[in-house]
T-cell receptor, first 110, second 111 residues
């Protein structure tokens, strides 16, 4: 069955360092993936997405990498800032339905 | 645009009570969905709708009903609340590019 999971439940980094958050998925037929950021008390917020015909996609300070061979996604945040502290979820989307992993809590230390 | 709005923000129910969680979007999106999020976990799909008059079950539909009489509104009904339904409920609408926009959530406690 489908499942999306994250490798680490928590990640702590120093302000200014780069952060890498990992995610493994199990459905090899999935062709669309999204990273979300969820701050305390708020709903998930779209960060960046990638389709299965791509290996890499860059946004502002964020990069998503997709390795279909090992069914692995990663989210890289450059020059991490205190405002990046949140829970990050990866999700795979099929026919508009998102399947979420359990999330990684990113803490940025000043 | 207000985006996706949800009411109420907080609700406390007694076991066996019923209630409706409201969700509305003003972006003219056809696809809407309801999720629940339990502490420390990701979101799980309850019900979804691909357009007015069409609804379908998600991963955890038991104990919930939905209807979609208009494009804008997608209410979620709890028929007989149980403590296991204590959770945070998120409504989302999805555009044609598969980008999902989430509401602020409703925090429900069932005693």
């Amino acid at each position: 069955g489908e499942s999306v999971g994250l490798h680490l439940p928590t990640l702590s980094v120093q302000e200014g360092d780069n952060s890498i958050i990992n995610c493994a998925y199990s459905n090899s037929a999935s062709d669309y993936f999204i990273w979300y950021k969820q701050e305390s008390g708020k709903g998930p917020q779209f960060i960046i997405d990638i389709r299965s015909n791509m290996d890499k996609r860059q946004g502002q300070r964020v990069t998503v990498l997709l390795n279909k061979t090992v069914k692995h996604l990663s989210l890289q945040i450059a020059a991490t800032q205190p405002g990046d502290s949140a829970v990050y979820f990866c999700a795979e989307v099929n026919a508009g339905k998102s399947t979420f992993g359990d999330g990684t809590t990113l803490t940025v230390k000043p | 645009n207000a985006g996706v709005t949800q009411t109420p923000k907080f609700q406390v129910l007694k076991t066996g009570q019923s209630m409706t969680l409201q969700c509305a979007q003003d972006m003219n999106h056809e696809y809407m969905s309801w999720y629940r999020q339990d502490p420390g976990m990701g979101l799980r799909l309850i019900h979804y709708s691909v357009g007015a008059g069409i609804t379908d079950q998600g991963e955890v539909p038991n104990g919930y009903n939905v209807s979609r009489s208009t494009t804008e509104d997608f209410p979620l009904r709890l028929l007989s609340a149980a403590p296991s339904q204590t959770s945070v409920y998120f409504c989302a609408s999805t555009n044609r590019y598969n980008e999902q926009f989430f509401g602020p959530g409703t925090r429900l406690t069932v005693l």
